[in-house]
């Protein structure tokens, strides 16, 4: 079943600073992972991805962390720009169930 | 090129109407995906297509009906809908069919519907 969660449904930074958006997982055959960044009237857009096999990847901008001992999910993006604000959502594959389950999100406020 | 279309952007139809939602990608990919998304809740998964067969239908009720014709197209015919049904309604698809390690899913921008 849905195992994804959010730890803060809206997070507000300065232009500028750095963004940390969390989520945690509670089945362990998740194996993979996808950060999305879902604009106000749009289609969730595909940011960063990660297999269980590694624990950190590496985008413009932004980094997601896997900690697989925690069941702990990450996505930092560096010097946050009002063109971020947007609600991501994390989604995990769960190969016994065959399909991704979504976060319920965290909306992002980028303060100019 | 990661593009998917889909049409109508905005649909509003009174419960007793049929009509249908269109998805058309040109990736090649080989897996097709209709999602529901209320407002301010994430995407739930409703069909997914394989090879352009039906490979998970999560319960969805009948007034739902999906269809594949081809490899690059992916409706949804609405039928006796309920307000309730109201909602974003978005397609993805990805390379891999369905299945195995999975693959990334890649969205179209939805269609709003609004059912009376």
């Known amino acids: 079943g849905e195992s994804v969660g959010l730890h803060l449904p809206t997070l507000s930074v300065q232009e500028g600073d750095n963004s940390i958006i969390n989520c945690a997982y509670s089945?362990?055959?998740?194996?993979?992972f996808i950060w999305y960044k879902q604009e106000s009237g749009k289609g969730p857009q595909f940011i960063i991805d990660?297999?269980?096999?590694?624990d950190k990847r590496q985008g413009q901008r932004v980094t997601v962390l896997l900690n697989k001992t925690v069941k702990h999910l990450s996505l930092q993006i560096a010097a946050t720009q009002p063109g971020d604000s947007a609600v991501y959502f994390c989604?995990?594959?769960?190969?016994?169930?065959?399909?991704?389950?979504f976060g319920s999100g965290t909306k992002l406020n980028v303060k100019p | 090129d990661t593009e998917v279309t889909q049409t109508p952007k905005h649909l509003v139809m009174g419960m007793t109407n049929k009509k249908s939602l269109k998805c058309e990608q040109h990736?090649?990919?080989?897996?097709m995906y209709w999602y529901k998304q209320k407002a301010k809740k994430p995407p739930e998964l409703m069909f997914v297509?394989?090879?352009?067969?039906?490979?998970i239908n999560e319960s969805v009720p009948s007034r739902f009906s999906p269809e594949c014709p081809n490899s690059s197209l992916l409706n949804l015919h609405l039928h006796a809908l309920q307000p309730e049904d109201s909602a974003l309604y978005l397609c993805?698809?990805?390379?891999?069919?369905?299945?195995?390690?999975?693959?990334?899913?890649?969205f179209g921008p939805g269609t709003r519907l609004t059912v009376l």
């Open positions: 297509y394989s090879y352009e067969k039906l490979s």
């Open positions: 990660i297999r269980s096999n590694m």
């Open positions: 993805a698809s990805s390379q891999r069919p369905a299945g195995g390690q999975g693959d990334t899913q890649y």
């Open positions: 990736m090649g990919h080989r897996a």
């Open positions: 989604a995990d594959f769960q190969y016994n169930f065959n399909k991704f389950y």
């Open positions: 089945n362990s055959a998740s194996d993979y």
